[in-house]
């Protein structure tokens, strides 16, 4: 028998002829389900309390509104694909949604707004039958005196609830089973993704990911595989795409599907964290590996590869000669190599480089696609390349195929997260007011923007958010080059320190894991976390990047290496950090004179300052 997705459902008039104890025990079922033990004394003591507030509620308001008999309620409704995430109760109210978060507090705070909105944005972008719909969010203080106000989310005590609901009732009735079987299609974290991927998992129909164009990148892609495998020839493409368009997901859908014929393909990625992560989670080291293992294994050496189609991150941030003399003494760049190498593979080889923007925070990073020109012009075969038409000016004597299905413009995360590139963006550059604009949007579309000099309220936040969801992962986030600034505060991102983590577990393992993201204990810098997401994490702000009171200036570091221009490789370090959380952000700014500025920049830049727990 199918596991219901929620603890008890039905229309109003069914719950209000029944018992306590009947509703409990079936809410208490539904949660042994979800999690394999009863649930707490607290969590009983909670139901009870809402039934008997719902319940007076729902009787006052079917006095004023008597077609309310016919609504629909949905208690602890699981959302699907996001590990238990549940609001409280979703009132199906005529035509619209109510979705109502219940806390025995006399005080409403940050993490329980925050919580209740995110439940009806997540509603409203990817659960069909709610779309169109207005769902309103609410949260219910079930101990509350003295109501709080708060723009974005109702906030009512245990008297005032049944005014709510009539308030923002609708019309009309929706279908109960209808909106329970609907499909609810959310983004997968990339680990996740790749695990369905390999493990022969149907992904979610997102429809983003139909409309933003990756089922015709994937196509154009296999056309080029097919067409190296029937005509024994050697081919470049390219993928571009805007942060979170899923190029990522491009290349290990293209690497899979070769995987399941006879054409042995492989995906490379320089990201050594990113690699570790993908291969702990799908516990395996054939499909995924370090690029530039790759490159030393076969570029530096005569022996030839099994695979056919390689696919690899980041192209434009391949080693340039100077980088890989130094590592390798070797005077060519990884594009030379990996050319090098798909030339001695026969009779076909077929090389594919995605390609991203504004990430290069490594030394011997910023040549660009330049590198992959020169390379093919070394080379002795002729190269076939496949690009979108705006890199086809970069590979002026090579025989070109403009295919613009391989530029993928639209970003797969929510409108939050494309708006949040876009503030970052504008904060970096020092737009301020323009970044302003831009908060206001995102905070509005339930994506908060905070920042505290607090270091122990940014943490009991994320706690306290996602108290209920045992599989929503949040984090510290530090630059390298923040070592003397963090470390009075309990936080060590030295090179020993940042060598001696375990990245793998600091990203997979649950939150009771010592070594888990959710200890709060230890923090993955920029080279850790670049191509990973958490839920939310929480950025500590480092004296290496500060604003001097005009504009945004940077703290020189040594390198083995000179850097072209420092102080962007610095900006995009902040750039990383600053967009890798998918439900909001929280920055923490170190009491320090010198992060005084830093601190007001921000808040002029739209974020909120997060209240105290």
């Known amino acids: 028998m199918q596991r219901r997705q929620y603890g008890w459902a039905g229309r109003v008039d069914l719950f209000l002829e029944t018992s306590e104890n009947a509703w409990i025990q079936e809410l208490s079922q539904h949660h042994r389900g979800l999690y394999g033990e009863p649930e707490s004394g607290e969590q009983h003591r909670a139901w009870r309390d809402e039934f008997m507030v719902t319940r007076s509620a729902l009787r006052d308001v079917c006095v004023a509104l008597p077609e309310a008999t016919d609504w629909s309620l949905a208690f602890e409704y699981e959302l699907p694909l996001e590990g238990g995430r549940r609001p409280d109760l979703v009132v199906l109210a005529g035509d619209q949604l109510i979705v109502l978060e219940f806390k025995q507090s006399n005080e409403a705070r940050a993490s329980a707004i925050d919580q209740v909105q995110a439940y009806a944005r997540d509603l409203e972008e990817y659960h069909k039958e709610t779309h169109g719909a207005i769902v309103t969010p609410a949260l219910v203080l079930t101990r509350a005196r003295n109501l709080p106000t708060h723009a974005a989310v109702d906030v009512t005590d245990a008297d005032g609830l049944a005014s709510l609901i009539v ?31 390999f493990n022969n998992e149907p992904l979610p129909a997102i429809r ?71 291969q702990d989670a799908l516990k395996s080291r054939v499909f995924v590996k370090d690029l530039h293992q790759f490159t030393k294994q076969y570029g530096l050496t005569e022996r030839i590869p099994a695979e056919h189609v390689i696919v690899f991150d980041e192209a434009q941030r391949m080693w340039d000669p100077e980088k890989f003399r130094e590592r390798h003494g070797v005077d060519r760049s990884e594009p030379d ?5 798909g030339e001695r593979i026969e009779p076909w080889a077929v090389l594919v480089g995605l390609v991203g923007d504004g990430q290069e925070i490594h030394s011997g990073e910023e040549g660009g696609i330049g590198l992959w020109n020169t390379a093919i012009e070394r080379g002795t075969r002729e190269w076939h390349v496949a690009c979108p038409s705006r890199l086809a000016a970069s590979f002026p004597g090579a025989r070109v195929s403009v295919d613009d299905a391989l530029d993928l413009t639209i970003s797969l995360r929510s409108q939050q997260a494309g708006l949040l590139h876009r503030w970052v963006a504008d904060l970096l550059s020092g737009q301020i007011a323009d970044a302003a604009k831009a908060a206001t949007e995102i905070i509005g579309l339930s994506f908060p923007l905070y920042v505290t000099q607090d270091l122990t309220t940014a943490k009991q936040y994320v706690v306290d958010r996602y108290s209920v969801e045992p599989t929503a992962r949040y984090g510290l986030l530090a630059s390298s080059k923040s070592e003397r600034t963090l470390k009075p505060f309990g936080v060590d991102v030295s090179f020993q320190a940042t060598k001696r983590l375990k990245v793998a577990q600091w990203y997979n393992e649950g939150r009771d894991h010592p070594n888990s993201c959710c200890a709060l204990t230890a923090a993955v810098t920029e080279f850790q976390c670049q191509g990973l997401e958490v839920d939310f994490p929480i950025v500590l702000w480092g004296e290496d990047f500060i604003w001097n009171g005009s504009q945004w200036v940077h703290r020189a570091s040594r390198s083995k290496i000179p850097l072209k221009d420092p102080f962007q490789i610095r900006q995009n370090v902040y750039r990383v950090l600053l967009t890798r959380g998918r439900d909001g952000l929280v920055v923490f700014v170190p009491p320090t004179p010198s992060l005084t500025a830093t601190m007001h920049i921000l808040l002029a830049a739209g974020m909120q300052l997060l209240p105290d727990s």
């Open 337 to 341: 190599l990996l050319i090098d190498i």
């Open 208 to 278: 983003r990911a139909m409309a933003s164009g990756i089922p015709e990148a994937i196509e154009a892609l296999e056309r080029l595989v097919t067409e190296g495998q029937q005509d024994s020839s050697h081919h470049l493409g390219l993928v571009c795409g805007v942060p979170g368009s899923g190029k990522t997901l491009t290349g290990l859908s293209l690497v899979y599907k070769s995987s399941t014929t006879t054409r042995q393909s492989t995906f490379l990625s320089g990201n050594g964290p990113l690699v570790e992560v993908l």
């Open 167 to 197: 308030r923002h009732a609708g019309l009309g009735q929706r279908d109960l089973q209808v909106w329970l079987d609907s499909p609810y299609e959310p983004l997968p974290f990339l680990v996740d993704a790749a695990r369905m991927i």
